[in-house]
């Protein structure tokens, strides 16, 4: 049987979490752009026998309260570690999709008591990884018209998006119209175009990421069409300390298209990543 998601009352904060929170691990879950808690749903189930997990609405998105104007990813940090704080969940194992593995990484830099081990999935850390097309929603002139455009054109797609469970059991087609829909109905585009500019705003170069102490999982899709797995290899190679897991067949979102092997891949890390001692390389299911 599946496990129970509960949503977590938390006074604007949007979550929902799994498993005993009375469990040795503790798993933290930041969604990418355009997406929301939701998204890691299988997750939470495949995981809830072992772990307690935790996903989180980011400012802007589903459940929780938009971020001040003039905000940036450090703040977001400090929020993620005021939420831990608000939760009582003193240590985690960190994992960020996308545009949330480098809110993962920003809070493993800036609190690095709180995070005792990072996983980044398909993490855009940097605006060189990023596709052209993602910088035209910073437009003064032109974003919020190009969003909202995209958001009429993604319609029909997230209403066969609204017939996929969130607890689905992976492929491609089905995993994508769930995600479209958690896009077109758990986001608004002025908070798209400001969780845009976070992004843009705080590149993390290979020099500022090896000041993270905590070890690191990255894992991503071989067939990933918006951060290139040539990326995440040169990344690596720049960080021998640090292990790629990639997933042949996976676009974007591996814990969407494979979420048992996913979770898989996160129990092994959690099992085998006891101390500092690296695992470097690249590995595959």
């Known amino acids: 049987m599946a496990a129970q998601i509960k949503t977590v009352f938390l006074e604007g904060v949007g979550a929902i979490a799994a498993g005993s929170p009375e469990s040795s691990e503790t ?106 097309r993602a910088f035209w929603t910073l437009s003064p002139r032109y974003g919020m018209h190009g969003l909202r455009l995209m958001r009429l054109a993604s319609e029909p797609f997230a209403a066969l998006g609204r017939r996929a469970p969130d607890n689905h059991r992976g492929g491609q087609w089905l995993a994508m119209a769930r995600r479209t829909r958690l896009y077109v109905d758990k986001n608004r585009d002025p908070d798209l175009q400001q969780q845009m500019r976070w992004l843009c705003e705080n590149p993390l170069s290979v020099q500022r990421l ?43 979102s591996p814990m969407d298209y494979d979420p048992d092997g996913f979770a898989r891949i996160i129990r092994r890390f959690c099992q085998e990543k006891q101390t500092l001692s690296p695992i470097p390389g690249e590995a595959n299911p």
């Open 27 to 132: 798993l933290l879950y930041l969604h990418g752009w355009a997406c929301s808690k939701e998204l890691w749903c299988g997750a939470l189930q495949e995981m809830s026998g072992w772990s307690y997990g935790v996903a989180l609405d980011l400012p802007g998105t589903g459940e929780t309260t938009p971020a001040t104007e003039n905000s940036s990813m450090v703040d977001m940090a400090r929020w993620v570690a005021e939420t831990c704080a608000r939760l009582e969940l003193a240590s985690v194992t960190l994992i960020g999709h996308s545009l949330g593995g480098n809110l993962a990484a920003q809070v493993a830099l800036d609190y690095p008591e709180l995070v005792c081990r990072l996983v980044l999935v398909d993490a855009a850390l940097d605006r060189a990884s990023l596709p052209k």
């Open 210 to 252: 090896g000041a993270i102490t905590a070890p690191v999982l990255w894992i991503h899709g071989v067939r990933d069409l918006t951060i290139p797995i040539t990326y995440a290899r040169e990344a690596i190679r720049a960080l021998p300390h640090w292990t790629l897991h990639t997933v042949p067949g996976s676009d974007h």
